[in-house]
């Protein structure tokens, strides 16, 4: 099975699930940049619940721009802004202190481009989930029509789309989050909040929770 994702900043559960179960996986890179996505958008975990961490971007809603040309706004200092939030969030999670000398470049070296971005943080995400990644490749050009072999879920993992709804593959598997007494379980949070909570056992996670195979 051949999958299309959108680029993704600390994408959620859903989205690398489908690294678990697809043959090989598109990032596409020629769509439209559009705000309010999971392109520059996580949630995480926090003390008071779900808390977004959105990526400043160079973009105008006049504008049509490639997502490969999205460039990182220089203002706001918002490395330093995500970066204190991730470790409110998870420095008491039991797995934090492991991972947090994976994450602490990409907060603290500079990035031009949005997707450069995204990239250099799956691929190093994909390492610590210890997936024996699919095929990887860019698209070359915006595609619209698939194959019955193919499933398109560019716009289908989204913030603001009830996965239930709109992807009946993605079945979350509960897992140990730290403020879950006071929250109960929250699905589907960024790939971060499972990492953190859960280590070498969150491929187990990952892989109860996608029937892409079976869909």
Known sequence: MDIYLSSAYLAPVQYYA????????????N??????TYRNRCIIMAANGPMPLSVPVVHSSLDKIAMKDIR???HGNWQHIHWNAII???NSTPFFEYYQDDF???YHKKYSFLFDFNEELRIMILKLLNIDSPIVAYTSEYKMDFAASEIDLREVIHPKKDWKIVDSAFKPEPYYQVF????GFKDNMSIIDLLFNMGNESLIVLNKSDRCTES
């Open 18 to 29: 489908k690294f678990v179960n697809s043959n090989r996986i598109f990032i596409e890179q």
């Open 180 to 183: 879950d007494q006071k929250f």
């Open 104 to 106: 602490y470049p990409f």
């Open 31 to 36: 769509d439209n940049y559009v705000k309010q």
């Open 72 to 74: 990182i706004a220089e």
């Open 88 to 90: 409110s969030a998870y």
